[in-house]
């Protein structure tokens, strides 16, 4: 998880050195550091960028965030401000704020802060509360305002803007979330349907997690220090995730690594902080935004949006996903990720023609707003499609069976067979080729060739297409499984196979080839003994079939003609995830005795629900 706030910054540092001007934001803002006292007392630390031109008024955009305001102090000036370079000379009020508990700011950070409704006393806060009576303060202490406010963020400063709708102020007329952390125990950061995210996590909250005495600056050195230089050795030598809490490591240094390790189900800790909930009767602007590569936050994206959808009938809320890693929309350059060649420079697009007309046209009356109900990048054409529903309306749902023979076919074969394999905990599935001494961001379009030939992963795949197959929407895996032990981790994998004729990608390493590439298109782990209930984890029983469902992330992706279509389903992606001991029981608990081997079968009469688009 630390990759949030690292590759959130590098992009950033990229954008700002491609300023021609370093000394533009100091030439053309004038800036001023603040304290604003809420509603209970507490005083959030502020800083704001007024324009020096004050031959007209301009609208607030602000940015409210847990990774720090800074630069601090009134002479110190950042290289750039705002979401992207044109929002910048277009000339705002921008606003940046330490979330409370946060840098400068005085209070509790309690991560992703529950929402209270119906507030019943000034010592009732939230973030919506935060939020309103700040701009409650802007508006009446900052001159040439227009009355007008709109909020951003990617990530954390995503799920602050998404908090932000809810008991709104009146003065909100535009709200863009980006990748924002929204449900962390379904799909987003900690968990990925209650299997816990451990590389990313321990790797962030030695950072995060750090505790502070009161508002700072820095926060200086992390909680230990670390030098891995194989992350899969790293993780197998540190053994069950308990010893993670050993004098060495976090040693309950943080609290939130220990709330984590405690709230071992979908209790009321993570309901409390899912935002969606409360995502009703929202009809502020709403442009929701988020990456096909994404490895943090792409649930929360398309989660955001399907809940002010299904919330809110009188929304004005629209979606757009592009071919981005987390943030990667605010880059100055994206044409490429891993061996993907998208033919176009897809961030500049999103910040010139979306982002910046959504926040002129609510905020400052000008342009004309032409941003479809969802835009939406295609992967494998490599094309922007618009729609007026996502998922689109005539999709099709059409299930593709694991049948034998290693086959993805479009029937039912026979129903009582099945394939088999062991998987052992102390030998799990790799989530990448190769050695990482932090996440390898390229995975989520990885070559899977390397996982192929393991006899812990099941391997299916269509034989070469004769039309394309555009997917469009959700996608269902629908096992039928057994197992000798009694609990189970499920991951499964679409999977683009590209022919022996394929040429190489733009710029592709020397030596590097294409033909027969297994691109990995979309992925997603289920913690098996949270298949009926997440909030009752059931065991499964030895030899009993079993039903495991759930959902991978939507898809907008095109199969071409000549290409196959594969499905891989394995138990572990490690260190991506935890390892499963494979016996029922709380997993932070576990003990190196408690891993075993067992042998899982998954029958002929599973299956992959498809989104095909006519």
């Keep these: 998880m630390k990759t949030i706030f690292c590759t959130i910054a590098a992009l950033l540092g990229v954008c700002a050195t491609a300023q021609q001007n370093p000394n533009t934001v100091k030439e ?7 304290l604003i006292s809420m509603r209970d007392g507490t ?74 409704p119906n507030k019943k006393s000034k010592k009732e806060v939230d973030e919506s509360s935060d939020t309103y009576d700040t701009i409650d303060w802007l508006l009446k202490n900052i001159k040439n305002n227009n009355g007008r406010v709109g909020l951003y963020g990617i990530s ?34 900690a968990n990925h349907n209650g299997a816990f995210f451990l ?49 060495k490591y976090f040693n309950h240094k943080s609290y939130i690594w220990d709330e984590y390790l405690q709230h071992d189900t979908y209790d009321e800790y993570w309901k409390a902080r899912n935002i969606r909930t409360h995502l009703k009767d929202i009809t502020i602007p709403t442009l929701v935004v988020g990456g096909w590569f994404d490895a943090e936050d792409l649930f929360g994206a398309l989660n955001t949006y399907a809940s002010i959808e299904t919330q809110s ?37 999103f910040q010139d023609s979306v982002e910046a007309v959504f926040f002129n046209y609510y905020l400052k009356d000008e342009g004309t707003l032409n941003i479809a109900e969802a835009t939406v990048f295609e992967t494998g054409s490599n094309e922007w499609r618009s729609y007026n529903t996502w998922p689109p309306a005539n999709v099709k749902n059409v299930p593709y069976y694991l049948s034998a023979g290693n086959q993805l076919s479009l029937s039912a074969t026979d129903t009582r067979s099945f394939d088999e394999y062991t998987s052992d905990p102390n030998k799990p599935v790799p989530y990448t080729n190769g050695i990482f001494s932090r996440r390898n961001n390229d995975y989520m379009a990885e070559d899977q060739r390397f996982a192929a030939i393991r006899p812990d992963v099941l391997v299916y795949e269509t034989g070469a297409l004769t039309e394309d197959v555009t997917l469009s929407g959700k996608i269902i895996a629908d096992l039928q499984v057994s197992m000798t032990g009694t609990d189970a981790d499920f991951v499964v994998k679409l ?38 209930s997440f909030e009752k984890p059931e065991a499964f029983v030895p030899g009993q079939v079993s039903h495991v469902k759930f959902a991978l992330n939507d898809v907008a992706h095109k199969f071409k003609k000549g290409h196959k279509i594969m499905i891989q389903v394995q138990s572990s992606w490690f260190p991506l995830t935890d390892r499963n001991p ?30 095909v688009l006519p």
């Design 43 to 116: 005083r959030l630390y502020t800083v704001i960028y007024t324009p020096k031109d004050v031959s007209q008024k301009y609208p607030i955009l602000m940015e409210r965030t847990p990774y720090s305001a800074g630069p601090y102090g009134d002479t110190s000036y950042p290289r750039r401000i705002g979401p992207n370079p044109t929002l910048m000379n277009e000339k705002y009020i921008f606003v940046y704020q330490d979330v409370r508990g946060r840098y400068m700011s005085e209070g509790t950070n309690l991560e992703m802060t529950p929402y209270i």
């Design 495 to 532: 999977i683009d196979v590209l022919p022996e004729n394929e040429p190489n990608f733009k710029n592709a390493p020397r030596g590097f080839q294409m033909a027969g590439y297994q691109r990995m298109v979309r992925a997603e782990v289920m913690r098996g003994k949270f298949r009926n």
């Design 199 to 247: 590389m990313d996590n321990f790797d962030f909250m030695n950072y995060f997690g750090k505790p502070r005495k009161g508002p700072v600056k820095d926060y200086d050195s992390q909680i230990f220090d670390i030098n891995s230089k194989d992350d899969y050795d790293f993780f197998l030598q540190l053994g069950p995730v308990s010893n993670s809490q050993s004098a």
């Design 156 to 189: 954390y400063p995503g799920f602050y803007a998404t908090a932000s709708l809810p008991g709104a102020h009146p003065a909100i007329r535009a709200v863009s979330p980006q990748a924002p952390v929204t449900d962390e125990f379904i799909g987003d950061d």
């Design 28 to 34: 053309n803002y004038t800036k001023k550091d603040t």
């Design 313 to 349: 009938p009188k929304n004005n809320n629209r979606l757009v996903m592009g071919p981005w890693t987390h943030g990667a929309w605010e880059s100055p350059d994206w044409k490429q990720y891993a061996s993907h060649d998208f033919g176009s420079n897809t961030s500049r697009y």
């Design 582 to 611: 494979q016996k029922f029981m709380r997993i932070p608990d576990a003990k190196e005795s408690d891993f075993t081997k067992e042998d899982i079968r998954v029958y002929h009469t599973s299956k992959i629900i498809l989104p």
